[in-house]
């Protein structure tokens, strides 16, 4: 079973590019921690990361958040990158049909395939989506398709996640991972379970997400990346925040593995 592999192990069993670094940088950080940074401003962005890069193997944006969105912002990311050894996933959650998605993968005010290392995917418009960001790079790319969703009272079907993962075999070189809450909803151990809906203050927000310990979604529900937004991003201290986050979620991990 997947769940209790090393990230070493299945960095040797990925066919997808990303999802092998992604393993790779886990395992060297000692972090399975992904920072989802929702701010506005692109300097705040780059100040937490900054501060928290350290900590993360995985930098989540949304771009078209930003207000002040420039292509001096992405090579500071770029930069900031390399030198803290985390990946970027841009959660763009494209829907469309696949001529659409390719123009807003390559094209338009944020040009998300020059620098997203993944991005996020519904599997609701059918596999043409897949085919259209397939086609759209010649550099190493992963795609997290939506399996399920953290949020209460989401329309996600048991049978809309099983064709879901369905859907993805077909395409191993370009799907990194499930955006997805539990540990049966697929087998491959080369791909990555994308958890988001982690935090260790509150159980819920007042617009329907809904909150998991670390323990529950890495020890019962079978994340190997957990995402933390508000858990970090709203912290008076976001660094100490990251780390506390970081150690419990690793700690998980080892006792996962460890049987
Ligand atoms: P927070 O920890 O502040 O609730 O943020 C969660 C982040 O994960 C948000 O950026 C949201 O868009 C994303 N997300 C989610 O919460 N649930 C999902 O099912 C899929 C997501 O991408």
Do not use: H, R, T, W
């Given at each position: 079973e997947r769940m209790f592999l090393s990230y070493e192990k299945r960095a040797e069993l990925s066919t997808n590019a990303i999802a092998k670094q992604l393993f790779n940088i886990m395992a060297a950080k000692k972090t399975n921690l992904c920072l989802s940074v929702d701010l506005t401003s692109s300097t705040k962005i780059l100040d937490l990361i900054e501060k928290v890069g350290n900590h993360v193997c995985l930098i989540k944006t949304h771009?078209?958040?930003?207000?002040?969105?420039s292509s001096g912002f992405v090579s500071s990311l770029q930069h900031l990158a390399k030198k803290l050894n985390f990946l970027i996933l841009e959660d763009r959650k494209y829907a469309d049909i696949g001529h659409t998605v390719s123009l807003q993968y390559t094209r338009g005010?944020?040009?998300v395939s020059d620098w997203a290392d993944c991005v996020t995917c519904h599997s609701l418009p059918g596999e043409g989506i897949l085919k259209a960001l397939n086609g759209a790079s010649n550099t190493d790319k992963g795609v997290f398709l939506l399996?399920?969703?953290?949020?209460?009272?989401?329309?996600?079907t048991q049978q809309y996640t099983q064709e879901t993962v369905k859907m993805a075999e077909k395409y191993a070189e370009l799907i990194c991972g499930f955006v997805c809450q539990n540990k049966d909803t697929f087998k491959n151990p080369g791909i990555i379970q994308l958890t988001p809906g982690?935090?260790?203050?509150?159980?819920?927000?007042?617009?329907?997400q809904v909150y998991n310990t670390p323990e529950k979604v890495v020890?019962?529900?079978?994340?190997?990346v957990m995402v933390v937004g508000r858990g970090i991003v709203?912290?008076?201290?976001s660094e100490i925040q990251a780390v506390l986050y970081k150690d419990a979620l690793w700690k998980c991990y080892t006792k996962r593995i460890s049987g």
């Open positions: 771009v078209d958040i930003i207000e002040d969105f005010l944020y040009n399996a399920e969703m953290s949020s209460e009272g989401n329309l996600i982690v935090q260790l203050e509150s159980s819920k927000d007042n617009l329907g020890l019962e529900n079978g994340g190997d709203a912290a008076k201290n």
